[in-house]
């Protein structure tokens, strides 16, 4: 039960939350307790974007997409929340909910407000609204009647139909937010984490799209939950003229947008990760330390010889990407210590970069496996080169063995020489997603691919060009 008066506005309408279960998500408070059905539950992971409400967290420009299945109650205490009610009605509908009827962009309507929310977004984003933003856009969200041209059409019918969506005081700053046996910590900084670190028993969480997949999310004898996406040292993107750094806090959304114009190598394996839904919510921190073999950041990471800030009680200390995991879904972490920031130097100029990723589906899919590539090549001798791999171990692999052996060689030796060796260096495990053989025949055929790109000079091929 609720303690304390803790405070949400949907649609523009303050609600105080009481009476609920620690582990509530967004949607079932919505659906259950308000009757505010036009949000949808389908899949309840993340992976259909029926359930999409556009958040905005503090008084600013930054109302996103998110989905409302995959976010607790207790981590949006504060924010402005609107769903498609808070759009369009029938006698006053919202002009893209119009363009679906007059496109014939709906059957059953089951995905319709997910689909309306995520096109809203985009068109309110200021983004230029094209095919490819529309598939972006729309990559979270799954119709299984419709069929996508008509919803495509419809979008761009009312491109430059921008939508005011109110701006609200948001006055709850409640640091304590207590559901049953839970409390909700939120730290402003790093002082107030520190505190908070005193506490008995908790559990860190970001974004929770990782965590929050667990039902129950945290064993209630722990009692706090301690959400580090309000702490402001985490919050943060520099870029000095050698290195961008990015608080631990910081969005994959954010990421790929502040790395767009120095590393544009990064921007397809960056958008091709989850959904816009999902990057607005998931954290590169919550995303390293997730530890996860087939997480997308750590390989790029890796060959970028990023390192990782880790906060602790006795403060800050410095360590490479490279030495951060240490088992299956395990790091180096000690359970009260955080990802502070990262900091990922920009590739040598003379270097060419490459990252690609395997999935069952191009987009909303998580990798088979993975491989990014840093280079140096002169006269078409290799120069320089490291690589990094997902989905071929335990952990993020990277491939310093195999690197140090096509060192000084002639470009074909060297791939060749990979194919022949890889299962030297790499042996990956069989499961739902792929073989061993499978990944380790993928894996070779990534190699060909740099072989062609650097052959004819690309500067980058897209998993999906031949
Ligand atoms: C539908 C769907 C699609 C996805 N697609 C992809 C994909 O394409 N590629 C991919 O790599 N992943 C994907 N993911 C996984 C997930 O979204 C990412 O790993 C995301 O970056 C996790 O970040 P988060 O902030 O949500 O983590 P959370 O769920 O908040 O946290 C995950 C873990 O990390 C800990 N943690 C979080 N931040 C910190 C920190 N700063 N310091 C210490 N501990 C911390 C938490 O305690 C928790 O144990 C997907 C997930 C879903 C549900
Ligand atoms: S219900 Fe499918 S993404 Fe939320
Ligand atoms: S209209 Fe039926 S699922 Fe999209």
């Known amino acids: 039960m609720t303690d304390s008066k803790n405070i949400i506005y949907i649609n523009n309408k303050k609600v105080e939350v009481t009476n609920v279960y620690h582990d509530i998500t ?7 307790y308000h009757k505010i059905t036009g949000t949808k539950e ?9 359930c999409s409400v556009i958040i905005n967290k503090k008084n600013k420009e930054d109302s996103k997409p998110i989905n409302s299945c995959l976010v607790r109650l207790g981590q949006v205490i504060g924010s402005n929340i609107t769903t498609i009610e808070g759009l369009g009605c029938d006698k006053n509908p919202h002009p893209l909910q119009m363009a679906f009827s007059n496109e014939y962009a709906s059957q059953c309507g089951y995905c319709t407000p997910g689909f309306i929310i ?33 919803i495509i059409k419809a979008i761009k019918s009312v491109s430059n139909r921008k939508t005011k969506l109110k701006k609200i005081e948001i006055i709850n700053k409640e640091k304590k937010v207590r559901f049953g046996n839970i ?12 505190d908070y670190l005193e506490v008995k028993s908790f559990q860190f969480i970001a974004g929770g799209t990782d965590l929050n997949l667990q039902r129950p999310i945290i064993n209630e004898k722990e009692s706090n939950i301690i959400c580090l996406s309000f702490i402001k040292e985490l919050n943060f993107i520099k870029k000095f003229k050698e290195k961008i750094v990015l608080g631990g806090a910081v969005t994959i959304e954010n990421f790929l947008d502040s790395v767009r114009s120095k590393m544009p190598e990064l921007i397809e394996i960056l958008q ?61 972490l000690k359970k009260d ?24 589906r191009y987009d909303q899919d998580i990798s088979t496996i993975s491989l990014a590539i840093n280079i140096q090549t002169q006269k078409n001798i290799i120069k320089e080169i490291q690589m990094a791999a997902g989905g071929v171990a335990a952990t993020p692999k990277s491939l310093d063995k195999l690197c140090k052996s096509m060192l000084e060689k002639k470009l074909d030796d060297a791939i060749d020489f990979a194919t022949e060796n890889l299962d030297k260096f ?13 990944r380790l025949e993928a894996m070779k055929g990534l190699f060909r691919r740099l072989q062609i790109c650097l052959r004819q ?6 998993i999906m060009e031949v």
Not at 26 to 32: E, I, K, Y
């Open 26 to 32: 967004l949607l079932d408070w919505l659906r259950n």
């Open 42 to 50: 389908g899949c309840a992971e993340g992976d259909c974007g029926a």
């Open 118 to 150: 995520s096109g809203v977004s985009l068109i309110n984003s200021g983004k230029v609204v094209n095919n490819d933003t529309i598939n972006d856009a729309i990559s979270g969200n799954l119709c299984r009647c419709t069929g996508y041209s008509p």
């Open 183 to 194: 409390t909700y910590l939120k730290p402003n900084n790093l002082k107030e984490l520190k």
């Open 272 to 332: 091709r990760f989850g959904s816009p839904q999902i990057r607005n919510q998931g954290t590169i921190g919550g995303n390293l330390c997730t530890s996860s073999p087939i997480g997308d950041l750590a390989p790029l990471l890796m060959v970028l010889n990023s390192d990782i800030n880790v906060f602790g009680k006795n403060g800050v200390k410095k360590t490479n990407i490279k030495n951060f995991f240490k088992g299956y879904r395990k790091n180096i």
């Open 337 to 360: 210590e955080i990802i502070l920031s990262i900091e990922i130097p920009y590739p040598n100029k003379k270097n060419k970069m490459f990252s690609w990723k395997l999935s069952k």
């Open 426 to 438: 790499i042996q990956p495990i069989s499961d739902l997603r792929g073989s061993s053989h499978y």
């Open 457 to 462: 000079d690309k500067e980058s091929l897209s």
